[in-house]
């Protein structure tokens, strides 16, 4: 298994430009969340699933998108990127029983100029 | 909300134990979680322990668990240079469906 995948590893992008990060899981999962890492401030959540087509709001939502069209995928949209969104992104996914592991992707850097 | 918090810096010497520390405020928090992150890497599952039960103990780690006071803790014996990580503290909300997490804690290791 490949576990818990995310594309791209590191992003520049222009202020206003829009861009999707990817994060694809292959253990059949169904919760699958987004977080955002800055310094101090540990993980933040944007946006969670609890199965395909079902999203909801963490802390942090606003500026981003995300939707779950199937259980592997949970792309995170940044409609108008600003500055205020450079980050660390990190996927994560996991079962809805048992003690709840969630398993992380590598991380996306992003930088907003 | 729920909230858990942890100091930022913790420094000890190699061969000593650390004691990581946590708060957090849902009495409902089904699971707690300690999490470890390198540099440059994701977070990694380290232990985690049951809201019914104190301690649980794998090798060198030791966790505690006062619910009365919501408050957790990480022990590590005899730390090495490559127990160097930030550290994470976690709580899984009651309806299961999200995991809240701490700032995190950075163990450094001085020899």
């Known amino acids: 298994n490949a576990g818990v995948t995310q594309t791209p590893k590191f992003q520049v992008l222009k202020t206003g430009q829009s861009m999707t990060l990817q994060c694809a899981q292959d253990?059949?999962?169904?919760?699958m969340s987004w977080y955002r890492q800055d310094p101090g401030m540990g993980l933040r959540l944007i946006h969670y699933s609890v199965g395909a087509g079902i999203t909801d709001q963490g802390e942090v939502p606003n500026g981003y998108n995300v939707s779950r069209s199937t259980t592997e995928d949970f792309p995170l949209r940044l409609l108008s990127a600003a500055p205020s969104q450079t980050s660390v992104y990190f996927c994560?996914?996991?079962?809805?029983?048992?003690?709840?592991?969630?398993?992380f992707g590598p991380g996306t850097r992003l930088l907003v100029l | 909300g729920e909230d858990v918090e942890q100091s930022l810096f913790l420094s000890v010497r190699e061969g000593d134990s650390s004691v990581i520390n946590c708060t957090y405020t849902?009495?409902?928090?089904?699971?707690l979680y300690w999490y470890k992150q390198e540099p440059g890497a994701g977070l990694q599952l380290l232990t985690y322990?049951?809201?019914?039960?104190d301690m649980k103990q794998d090798q060198r780690l030791t966790v505690l668990l006062n619910k009365k006071d919501k408050h957790l803790s990480l022990r590590i014996a005899d730390t090495q240079t490559g127990d160097s990580a930030i550290y994470f503290c976690a709580e899984r909300n009651s309806s299961a469906s999200k995991i809240i997490f701490g700032s995190g804690t950075r163990l450094s290791i001085r020899p």
């Open positions: 322990i049951f809201s019914n039960m």
């Open positions: 994560a996914s996991s079962r809805p029983g048992g003690q709840g592991t969630q398993y």
């Open positions: 253990m059949n999962h169904e919760y």
């Open positions: 849902d009495s409902s928090s089904t699971y």
